[in-house]
């Protein structure tokens, strides 16, 4: 008696058993999703790790440089956007999710969502006395601040939505007049928020313009740094979680979409200081246009990059 048809049945068996364990995963946990990260990968490694536990969905994740803070990786969905290789894009900043969102990159309904705040702070080296705190950041400019303010080089990042809303607040021409002072004034142009205030805590300024997220880090183990208030040329920067229109794998992403909006994410966040809090008690800080901060960004960037040469 010949066994080839059995085992001709057998092997249709194992292979229903195994599309149905394959469809049952995908179901169930499974699969994999692809995020961009421009969230320090410090804070947000230990948070897509336990979300791979939790549903079982293999999480793959692109981190951005601290030097180009988030542009890296809008241009990068922006070239891939006609075959997206993404299918979440976690941002740390407002203005580059807006950017791709009125460029269609994400999907059309419950595209993106912000979550929590940081805030751009003035830091002053703790116990600093002889010299006072600035009033505003137009005190930059003074004489005896020449040479002493360390500011990320203002073309990318929280450092360029920062500039480019206080463009908005103050006018063009008072945002020229101080942004030509300041550059006068010598102030040390470095890469990244979290290099601004590694010079402060080094005595090699006395100044940084710089993130909530980046003072805390540098107070972890001990209070170095001193953040000044609040106040109105203050910005407040959501996280944001976005979907990717046409991404490859669309339930996996929602999944994790959900997942990083969650009070669990939030909460642990904020208890390491990537995150100041879930909504801001202070009104009194900039409020962007943000549909006219995005028509005007092109020029005002090329401004920047003409007033900040490094």
């Known amino acids: 008696m010949s066994l080839l048809p059995y085992l001709g049945l057998l ?4 292979a229903a058993l195994f599309l149905s364990r394959f469809n049952g995963a995908t179901r169930n946990g499974g699969g994999e999703v692809v995020i961009y990260a421009a969230q320090d990968q410090v804070y947000a490694e230990p948070i897509l790790q336990d979300f791979e536990k939790q549903t079982g969905i293999r999480v793959r994740a692109v981190y951005d440089s601290e030097a180009v803070k988030t542009v890296g990786l809008a241009n990068r969905l922006l070239a891939e956007q006609g075959r997206p290789r993404c299918d979440i894009f976690w941002g740390n900043e407002e203005l580059r999710t807006r950017q791709l969102a009125a460029r269609d990159v994400f ?6 969502a912000a979550f929590g705040f940081r805030s751009r702070r003035i830091a002053m080296a703790a116990g600093t006395t002889h010299l006072p705190p600035p009033n505003s950041l137009l005190d930059l400019t003074n004489e005896h601040y020449r040479g002493r303010v360390s500011i990320a080089y ?6 360029a939505t920062h500039l480019l809303a206080l463009r908005q607040h103050w006018g063009e021409s008072n945002w020229l007049a101080w942004c030509r002072a300041l550059a006068a004034n010598k102030p040390f142009i470095v890469d990244g928020n ?3 205030a590694k010079f402060v805590v080094r005595a090699e300024a006395l ?9 805390a880090a540098e107070n972890r183990d001990g209070t170095r740094l001193t953040a000044l208030p609040l ?3 203050s910005l407040l920067i959501p996280n944001t979680v976005a979907v990717v229109r046409n991404c490859p794998h669309p339930e996996s ?9 969650s009070a669990e994410v939030l909460a642990r966040l904020v208890a390491v200081g990537a995150l100041e809090g879930a909504s801001a008690a202070e009104p009194a800080t900039l ?3 943000w549909d006219a901060l995005l028509r005007d960004m092109d020029p005002a960037t090329e401004q920047l990059k003409q007033l900040f040469r490094r």
Do not use: C, H, M, Y
Not at 11 to 14: Q, R
Not at 107 to 112: A, E, P
Not at 154 to 159: R, S, V
Not at 207 to 215: F, G, P, R
């Open 287 to 289: 409020k962007p246009d």
């Open 107 to 112: 999907r059309q309904t419950n595209g993106w």
């Open 154 to 159: 203002p073309l990318f990042g929280t450092t």
């Open 194 to 196: 979290s290099v601004a």
């Open 11 to 14: 092997l249709v068996l194992a």
């Open 207 to 215: 100044l940084a313009l710089t993130d909530s997220d980046d003072i």
């Open 231 to 233: 106040s109105a040329e």
């Open 253 to 261: 992403a929602q999944r994790l979409f959900e997942f990083l909006q």
